[in-house]
């Protein structure tokens, strides 16, 4: 059993500044990528960031330079800064996980809504 939990959504004015948390815990042979996911109500659930087990990392165009991806063992954190208000989303951690040494698979944190308004 892998489980994600994330933390560290709310309400932030245009401008301001969050930071999310993901811990992965269970049953963790290794830990491949982790990364944030977001969507809007009406949109597609897109890629924000994610972190490569080389250290690697990736954005999305909108969000390069304001967003700031890292990871340290089985946590993945996002630094949100200069938020507006298009960020407002439900944000998902988003793991590439080996429970075991042949099974990979893709795990999925419960969401964490990030509102921006004035």
């Known amino acids: 059993q892998v489980s994600l939990v994330e933390s560290g959504g709310g309400l932030v004015q245009p401008g301001g500044s969050l930071r999310l948390s993901c811990a992965a815990s269970?049953?963790?042979?290794?830990?491949?990528?982790m990364g944030w996911y977001r969507q809007a109500p009406g949109k597609q659930r897109e890629l924000v960031a994610i972190?490569?087990?080389?250290?690697s990392t990736n954005y999305a165009d909108s969000v390069k330079g304001r967003f700031t991806i890292s990871r340290d063992k089985n946590t993945v954190s996002l630094q949100m800064s200069s938020l507006k208000p298009e960020d407002t989303a439900v944000y998902y951690c988003?793991?590439?996980?080996?429970?075991?040494?042949?099974?990979?698979?893709?795990?999925w944190g419960q969401g964490t809504q990030v509102v921006v308004s004035s």
């Open positions: 988003n793991a590439g996980i080996r429970e075991t040494r042949w099974a990979l698979n893709r795990h």
């Open positions: 269970g049953r963790l042979f290794s830990i491949n990528d």
């Open positions: 972190s490569s087990s080389d250290g």
